[in-house]
């Protein structure tokens, strides 16, 4: 059965910092477009971040600049970067990617930035 885990989360105040992981079992992220998303309480899920197999990165407007997406493809792993982090990033963080045309997501990791 294919699993993401993300981890890193956790309480941070405004203007600091955390880095986000997402490992998969089951499936190679290396070979995928994989994306980081967040919902924060009573909002629509958002993507904020994507990477290409190839390297091409994405980001939502509201993180641009601040977040920073990037793949270890020895630890096959996926990273998400976030800095200057404000209260309203708060939120839960998910990973997803798509393989043989099935959506993936982790079970999240819960971010709160502190004003």
């Known amino acids: 059965q294919v699993q993401l885990v993300e981890s890193g989360g956790g309480l941070v105040q405004a203007g600091g910092s955390l880095r986000l992981s997402c490992v998969a079992s089951?499936?190679?992220?290396?070979?995928?477009?994989v994306s980081w998303y967040r919902q924060a309480p009573g909002k629509q899920r958002e993507r904020v971040a994507l990477?290409?197999?190839?390297?091409?990165?994405n980001y939502a407007d509201s993180v641009r600049g601040r977040f920073s997406i990037s793949r270890d493809n020895v630890k096959d792993t996926v990273y998400l970067q976030m800095n200057s982090l404000k209260p309203d990033d708060t939120a839960v963080y998910y990973c997803?990617?798509?393989?043989?045309?099935?959506?993936?997501w982790g079970q999240g990791t819960q971010v709160t930035v502190s004003s």
């Open positions: 997803n990617t798509n393989w043989t045309k099935a959506a993936y």
């Open positions: 089951r499936i190679t992220l290396s070979i995928n477009t």
């Open positions: 990477i290409t197999p190839y390297g091409d990165t």
